[in-house]
């Protein structure tokens, strides 16, 4: 499906989100950096830890409201919401104020209106595209994402260490540009369902608390999507090291190391760069791979596929827990992306065979607790640090992967089953 073909939601989107995504791919990777420095690394793995608790919780009432309100209203709500974060968040590091605790408040906002906005981003492809078509969508969303990888982190090296109040204000004007083009140029995707809206009366706050929670028992009584979740929790301690753990070490473990002599002078690299050229090769393989790679493992079985993504990443891990050299780091981050790439299109267009049409957005908010309750765990690896030591850290997040995939290989035999014995469906 050609992007011209798109509906006009999707096209506005695409354009406003990139926008978006370069400025927050500026500041992003150096976060656990700046609060480790600021905090200590065990304070801040907890403190982060703490900040995507809300984000749990932010994300399920996300999905909630989105089958609710409408995957527009809560995608507007949030880009103001994370306007508003990151204006606070310049205020932390302004001229007249340097707070790193209200910096924290202010990310764990961004963070909460964040989870948010992605359920209902991702019901509303679901809402207008075809299924067979859902997958390179997704894919090209992705895409997006990783060219803003590619060019924030390296722009994020120079200003945010040096210009942070500047760049946390244009952050901040760039979600309310991004509010803006959602409010002028997309429209409301939710279906309607005459029965619901013939029944639609005001029943109270607790009511609708009631049932969302009802509604999210239900859906976690699949035994396929819990184990999809339980996966991609499990998943996430590995991808989210990128982020996290990964800047940490390399800050560390790079120093002031040595590339050698080039024309005749020698060429040293610091870890801040060394980690900002790592982030953008991951961006730059992904923004030039997604599409190719989803097409070419869409031939294979789902369930290698997600079994050998899994494999790759502690592949990866590995790598990075023995070598202390930047140019393995740039192979073990290529073994890394390539395990990224396999599945990313795939992900979602699984989650819209299993959800019904009027409860999309709260399957893709429980299906975002991969990421949610993966994120507020992934944050212990800096305290470990301290704890065990680097090399046993990535052991530690490389057993979890290899655990990931046998749990991806039985759900998927699972589905087939299920498949197999339900031919109509």
Known sequence: MRIKDWDRSLKARLIGE????????MFFPFLAIYFAEEFGKTTAGLLLILSQVFSVAANLVGGYCADQFGRRTMMVLSSFGQGGAFFLFALANSPLL??????????????????????????????????EHR????????????????????????????????????SGLVCILLAWILIKFTKETLPINPEQLANDVPKGFMYAIQTQVKDYGVILKDKLFLLFIIAGILSAQTFMQLDLLLPVYVKEVIGNQSLGTWFGNEVKLTGELA??????????????LTV????????????NVFFVSSILYTIAMVIFSIFDLFWIFVLAMAIFTFGELMIVG????????????????????????????????APLSIPMTVWFGFFWTFTIIAILSVISAFVYYLMFYLFEQKKTASPSS
């Open 18 to 25: 990139a926008f978006m995504n370069i400025t927050f791919w």
């Open 98 to 131: 340097d707070s790193p605790g209200l910096g924290f408040i202010a990310f764990t906002i961004a963070s909460v209106f964040g989870s948010l906005y992605w359920p209902a981003s991702q019901a509303m492809v679901a809402d207008v595209v075809p299924e």
């Open 135 to 170: 997958s390179d969508v997704f894919a090209v969303f992705y895409t997006s994402v990783n060219i803003a990888v590619v060019v924030g982190p390296i722009l994020g090296g120079i200003f945010f260490f040096s210009y942070r109040f500047g760049l946390m204000v244009a």
């Open 275 to 288: 980690f900002s050229l790592l982030i953008s090769e991951n961006g730059l393989l992904v923004a030039i």
């Open 292 to 303: 190719a790679v989803t097409r070419f493992v869409s031939s294979f079985s789902e369930k």
């Open 346 to 377: 795939l992900q979602q267009s699984f989650i819209s065979k299993l959800a019904p049409e009027n409860m999309r957005g709260q399957y893709f908010a429980a299906a975002s607790l991969r990421y949610t309750i993966g994120r507020m765990i």
